[in-house]
T-cell receptor, first 114, second 116 residues
């Protein structure tokens, strides 16, 4: 089983739709969680961190459920420009260092159509 | 603020040849990562440095891959000899030191390697 698993997608949605992605992780010692966005043939960029209480940034809402070990990303009112691959990232701190150890999911591809 | 720099951007080599990639992280970032991203997959961590020390290289194929970060600044990743399955994008990322597990990773544009 992979340490971080995401909905395989692809998700094809019309403009204005609401779409949600899930991500599950297996390491219960995981401490921090992120969603990154990766455009085609570009490098990943941070979309948002995921906090225990849930957090919102405009049309994007991230949720964390530690008991069930999953995080989610909700996109409301989808725009054409939201078309990208969304990568779930799970970090935990090593035993003797503050350096984070990161594991990326394989990503979920979203295509928003006119 | 300058971002993470990588070179070359593209490289085509034949199997069994050697190749080296270079990365210069954002100034002041103590943590540097090298990732391999195969088409259709997420980035896979190859090696992580904290300053010039290795934090994690558990997924680095040490029989053919090597990496160094002299003086805790820029870094090189080498493959010798290359195999067909090494065809991928090699991404370098950096983050600031303090509690880096909570910090954003900044990625360079990557080096796209094709092994023929």
């Amino acid at each position: 089983r992979k340490e971080v698993e995401q909905d395989p997608g692809p998700f094809n949605v019309p403009e204005g739709a609401t779409v949600a992605f899930n991500c599950t992780y297996s390491n219960s010692a995981s401490q921090s969680f992120f969603w990154y966005r990766q455009d085609c043939r570009k490098e990943p960029k941070l979309l948002m961190s995921v906090y225990s209480s849930g957090n919102e940034d405009g049309r994007f809402t991230a949720q964390l459920n530690r008991a069930s070990q999953y995080i989610s990303l909700l996109i409301r009112d989808s725009k054409l420009s939201d078309s990208a691959t969304y990568l779930c990232v799970v970090n935990w701190t090593g035993w003797n260092t503050n350096a984070g150890k990161s594991t990326f999911g394989d990503g979920t591809t979203l295509t928003v159509k006119p | 603020e300058a971002g993470v720099a990588q070179s070359p951007r593209y490289k085509i080599i034949e199997k069994r040849q050697s190749v080296a990639f270079w990365c210069n992280p954002i100034s002041g970032h103590a943590t540097l990562y090298w990732y391999q991203q195969i088409l259709g997959q997420g980035p896979k961590l190859l090696i992580q440095f904290q300053n010039n020390g290795v934090v994690d290289d558990s997924q680095l194929p040490k029989d053919r891959f090597s990496a160094e970060r002299l003086k805790g600044v820029d870094s090189t990743l080498k493959i010798q000899p290359a195999k067909l399955e090494d065809s991928a994008v090699y991404l370098c990322a950096s983050s600031s030191f303090w509690a880096s597990s909570y910090n954003e990773q900044f990625f360079g544009p990557g080096t796209r390697l094709t092994v023929l």
